[in-house]
């Protein structure tokens, strides 16, 4: 699990990030650490919008069930 606490501007510091229950301090990293920090973080706003956007999908797809079966209700299937 990984998780980041919040950036301080007062200090001016980066995050901290908590890797299976050890607490890190951004800046101790070595550049590469940091890239992957930064990748993590991206990735992970990501499939924050992601999720976002399948949400708002998932509602289009009930609201257009749900007027579907509204036309069905009052009109029925068009016979042909």
Same mark, same amino acid.
């Given at each position: 699990?990984?998780?980041? /606490?919040?950036?301080?501007?007062?200090?001016?510091?980066?995050?901290?990030? /908590?890797?299976?229950?050890?607490?890190? *301090? /951004? *800046?101790d990293? #070595?550049?590469?650490?940091?890239?992957?920090?930064? #990748?993590?973080?991206?990735?992970?706003?990501?499939?924050s919008?992601?999720?976002?956007?399948?949400?708002? +999908? *998932?509602? +289009?797809?009930?609201?257009?069930?749900? +007027?579907?079966? $509204?036309?069905?209700?009052?009109?029925g299937?068009? $016979?042909?």
């Open positions: 699990t990984i998780n980041y /606490t919040e950036f301080n501007k007062r200090e001016a510091r980066m995050v901290k990030i /908590t890797i299976d229950g050890t607490e890190y *301090d /951004t *800046d990293l #070595s550049d590469n650490a940091k890239a992957q920090v930064a #990748s993590l973080q991206f990735n992970e706003a990501h499939m919008r992601l999720r976002n956007e399948l949400a708002i +999908a *998932d509602t +289009a797809r009930l609201a257009y069930s749900s +007027a579907l079966k $509204k036309e069905l209700d009052e009109n299937p068009v $016979k042909k």
